[in-house]
């Protein structure tokens, strides 16, 4: 069974920071691209990482230079370090799992939400 499971989430102040994480079981996390999406109330799922099985990273805009993403394949962890919080990026955040092969698979987390107050 696969689980893909957010954790780090929560409520911080315009500036802050805070360290996502999404602990995966039930792939071979080395063969998946990994991403981080996000979704606002009335808004529609966007990218805000992406990470391939091979370490290349991709930043949507709004986040470059604020967000770090990365993976630790050892411990089927993928991690988003946020710092320099502003409120516009309060959203509910979930990860993704793409295999970087055929067949594909996608699998997401159960989403965790992240509330950055002004």
């Known amino acids: 069974q696969v689980q893909l499971v957010e954790s780090g989430g929560g409520l911080v102040q315009a500036g802050g920071s805070l360290r996502l994480s999404c602990a995966t079981s039930g792939i071979i996390f080395g063969d998946y691209n990994m991403g981080w999406y996000r979704q606002a109330p009335g808004k529609q799922r966007e990218l805000v990482a992406h990470?391939?099985?091979?370490?290349?990273?991709y930043y949507v805009d709004s986040v470059k230079g604020r967000f770090t993403i990365s993976r630790d394949n050892a411990k089927n962890t993928m991690y988003l370090q946020m710092n320099s919080l502003k409120p516009e990026d309060t959203s509910v955040y979930y990860c993704?799992?793409?295999?970087?092969?055929?067949?594909?698979?996608?699998?997401w987390g159960q989403g965790t939400q992240v509330t950055v107050s002004s």
């Open positions: 993704n799992a793409q295999r970087a092969s055929r067949p594909t698979f996608i699998y």
């Open positions: 990470i391939t099985s091979t370490g290349i990273t």
